[in-house]
């Protein structure tokens, strides 16, 4: 299903109102959008398995009917996830592996669970951005090695709003998850942390929550060690008096840097990349977020396309569709960024004028 120039890539689209069966639904989906063509041997199936606690992350039952889907095209899968760079239960290789079991991402889904940048969360392969638009030095990123060992690459992406990103998608799903935990600190490092000394009472907390000791306190005051710091914001979250902040700058920085992390990510998988987008539960926050809010909108339905950067532009249209029945205050136009504060389409763009897909793109429903 390659696209010819100016020819505007396919969306396929199963509405949950359509009283269509979900699970074979994605099976006749995942065909259609053609994503059987791009499967080949050892199948990366990319999810988001949740930090424990966080009651809103994908069902294992929609992940078997793709797992089962790339089977029947020829694949063999296996599910992935990456470790995190907060120290909640994800932090560690071991604690992710559990945090798969407890949720129920495991061999009763007809595929093994892998932690793709273990043995410590620093194993990976680094891949480099076909482009580089201005204000980014960003060039390469280390892709967590079970992926980058993959043949083909299946994202399994939950939709729902991130306090970073604007919006959780199929590209924040690449960028972020599918790399290493340097990966992840490179990008976070765009966001510009702030400390002010005249918030800080002194108090230490974030002295003793850093996961990597990059803080001490010297005289009453924080100081940073930037050779140790993995930009994981754990100081901002901990803080109680608001003494770290991220600037406006960091913030527009941050979606540049996210962007091309994506289309270094993608390039890996030209020729072997599919999208299945699932519309529901879509919460403020990311699956990280213990809790991530109550959905916003009623549940939509699911997406595939081998476009990532399609997938994420109808997902934004269909969730501002969806938000004229939302009990939230905010309303469409552009829905998320009113209630995430960061807007999510400038990573979008960003990822079109890299080469990595269009927003223009055709919705085909099943």
């Known amino acids: 299903m390659a696209m010819g120039e100016g020819v505007k890539p396919e969306v396929f689209f199963l509405s949950y109102s359509s009283n269509v069966d979900v699970v074979n639904g994605v099976k006749k989906l995942f ?23 966080n009651i809103t992350y994908l069902r294992p039952p929609l992940v078997k009917a793709v797992v089962d889907a790339v089977k029947e095209s020829g694949g063999e899968p296996f599910l992935t996830d990456t470790t995190t760079l907060y120290p909640k239960q994800r932090f560690t290789v071991d604690g992710c592996r559990l945090t798969a079991t407890l949720h129920g991402f495991t061999e009763a889904l007809g595929a093994s669970f892998v932690v793709a940048d273990a043995p410590d969360g620093f194993a990976g392969v680094e891949v480099e951005a076909p482009r580089l638009l201005d204000g980014c030095p960003l060039r390469t990123v280390p892709l967590a090695s079970a992926i980058a060992e993959a043949d083909s690459l299946i994202l399994v992406v939950h939709a729902k709003g991130h306090l970073m990103a604007g919006f959780g998608g199929a590209l924040k ?9 340097a990966g992840k600190a490179a990008q976070h490092a765009a966001m510009d942390l702030y400390y002010d000394p005249s918030r800080c009472d002194g108090c230490g907390a974030c002295v003793e929550a850093c996961p990597f000791q990059a803080l001490r306190l010297e005289g009453g005051l924080v100081v940073r060690d930037g050779a140790r710091c993995l930009h994981c914001n754990t100081c901002l979250f901990t ?54 809010g109550v959905p916003l909108i009623p549940d939509v339905g699911v997406l595939a396309s081998l476009d990532p950067v399609a997938v994420d532009a109808a997902s934004l249209h269909l969730i501002d569709a969806a938000a004229e029945r939302s009990w939230h205050e905010a309303r469409p136009p552009n829905f998320l960024a009113k209630v995430t504060g960061v807007d999510p389409w400038a990573h979008v763009k960003l990822a079109e004028r890299l080469g990595v897909g269009s927003t223009s793109y055709r919705l085909v429903k099943l």
């Open 31 to 53: 065909k259609q959008a053609g994503l059987s063509e791009v499967v080949k041997g050892r199948v990366a199936v990319k999810l988001h398995i949740g930090e424990w606690g």
């Open 173 to 181: 799903h690449a960028a972020m998850g599918c790399v290493t935990k």
């Open 239 to 292: 803080c109680p008096k608001g003494a770290w902040s991220w600037s406006e700058e960091g913030k527009a920085r941050f979606q540049l840097y996210l962007a091309h992390a994506a289309a270094a990510v993608l390039s890996r998988f030209s020729g072997s990349l599919g999208v299945v987008s699932f519309i529901q539960d879509v919460t403020p926050l990311c699956d990280c977020a213990t809790p991530a």
